[in-house]
């Protein structure tokens, strides 16, 4: 009878983990792998899915995701949610790992698998929208000023765009070859680099051909090209779809200038654009559902 008793406990107490494991990944999904790990979001549809719009909302902050940092994302996710949009909480990878490059490729995958399986999603292809902020921000905007090229995969997911129809950040790093005053390599400051932990994001690699392994580039003009490469305000063109961008005019760690760039290079490309300047506010504040909102109004206007 004990054994008995045991044995309905220990089946009891399996049951139960299983599903508290179950009910904390139900709608997590797998959008992609990396080197043998997955890449993984959180799907969430609204009650009444009318719209059939998408929003990409990327867990983001000085170039590091993770699955811990979910619960704030989640919160400001409901302003879209309750408007009838299905939000996809997106995971990257994080440096000092992975740098940025690798970052934004990720951002891509993911908004593929979203536009492959918008049937699966009940959602429409050609109405995707972007948000996040700081590091977070960044991605959004290199997700969308790409230049979307097909990828050369067996994976049908890579076949798919990765474009995206507007975009909302906040306090986005936008030109790393002018940061903050013009002519300013954002990466020549050793000690800010140091202080702020992003040694990682600025570590450009490339596979040895002599040992297979990677390594990092050191050559300068390769660097800075590359730095370039990952400022979307040299990214921008005619096909940029509309952006709205929130920074605080006492932003220590991302200047306003930044924004301010960003804002320029997308009027001289003749795309729409917004910029609101939070008076006061610097490198984030209390209750930023409160703009959140008005990003959902600018998808509003521009996922029709």
């Known amino acids: 009878m004990y054994r008995f008793f045991l044995s309905v406990l220990f089946i009891l107490f399996f049951v139960q983990s299983n599903a508290q494991d179950s009910s904390l990944s139900l709608n997590e999904v797998i959008y992609g792998r990396k080197d043998g790990m997955a890449l993984t979001m959180i799907a969430e549809r609204p009650t009444v899915n009318d719209k059939r719009r998408a929003v990409i909302n990327l867990v983001n902050g000085n170039w590091v995701s993770g699955y811990s940092k979910r619960a704030g994302y989640l919160k400001r996710a409901k302003s879209f949610i309750s408007r009838g949009y299905t939000v996809f909480t997106v995971f990257t990878s994080s ?20 536009r492959y399986h918008a049937a699966d999603f009940n959602i429409d292809p050609d109405r995707i929208g972007i948000t996040g902020s700081s590091s977070g921000g960044h991605l959004a905007l290199m997700a969308a000023t790409a230049r979307d090229t097909a990828i050369r995969s067996f994976d049908p997911v890579d ?5 995206v129809q507007a975009a909302g950040v906040f306090f986005p790093p936008t ?62 063109g005619s096909n940029t779809p509309p952006v709205i961008i929130f920074h605080g005019d006492a932003d220590k760690l991302v200047p306003l200038q930044q924004s301010e760039l960003m804002i320029d290079a997308l009027n001289k490309a003749g795309v729409k654009n917004k910029l609101v300047i939070e008076k006061g506010r610097g490198h984030g504040w209390p209750q930023m559902e409160v703009e959140e909102n008005q990003i959902a109004d600018w998808f509003d206007q521009y996922l029709k």
Request: charged fraction near 25%; glycine fraction near 6%.
């Open 95 to 114: 440096q000092p790992r992975y740098n940025i490059v690798d970052e934004v490729k990720d951002v891509q995958r993911a908004i593929r698998y979203v």
């Open 159 to 163: 076949s798919v765009s990765s474009e």
């Open 175 to 236: 030109d790393f070859l002018n940061y903050g005053r013009m002519g300013y390599d954002a990466r020549a400051n050793d000690m800010f680099i140091s202080f702020a932990r992003l040694g990682g994001a600025f570590d450009f690699k490339e596979i040895s051909p002599i040992n297979g392994m990677y390594v990092s580039i050191t050559d300068t003009a390769t660097r800075r090209i590359m730095a370039g490469e990952i400022s979307p305000v040299y990214r921008v």
